[in-house]
């Protein structure tokens, strides 16, 4: 299949596209395989797993924020979403060992979001909030761990 066809089916029908690369691949076809499209997706994949540990931080920190700057209307399902964060959080990490390299980036990355979030979900000023995660990662993933 020439090089012209095989980029329309990339952009026309993906799902179509990834199939078959996967049989080439499986069939040792490697001449045919659209090298530069696999290796791209490839690398999309990874770029996914590392912004779902990052979401997954966000919610997280967020929801510990509101938890910690408004006492009084703590709730179960704020206690759900941080005790599945968490969770899922330890699975990415499993699943994904490499990830824990990015921690630190995508830990400050997350925090200045779930401010931005706990703001807009609280209605409290920005102020109020610390300017850097009064936690560290370890702390935050701990399922004992309540702030105060």
Sequence with gaps: ??????ENLYEQDF??????QAALLRAGKLEQVDLEHVAEEIESMGKSEKRA?????????MHLLK???????QSRSWGD???EQRERIVDLLEDNPS???QIDESFKKSYFYAVKGAVR????????????CPWVFEQIIANDFWPQ
């Design 99 to 101: 990830l824990k390299s």
């Design 121 to 132: 979900e609280t209605g409290l000023s920005k102020e109020l909030f610390p300017t850097e």
């Design 53 to 61: 540990l990052a979401s997954r931080i966000e919610v997280l920190l």
């Design 15 to 20: 799902y179509a596209w990834a199939n078959k």
């Design 67 to 73: 938890w910690q700057f408004q006492p009084n209307l």
């Design 81 to 83: 979403s941080i005790e």
């Design 1 to 6: 299949m020439s090089a012209v066809v095989e």
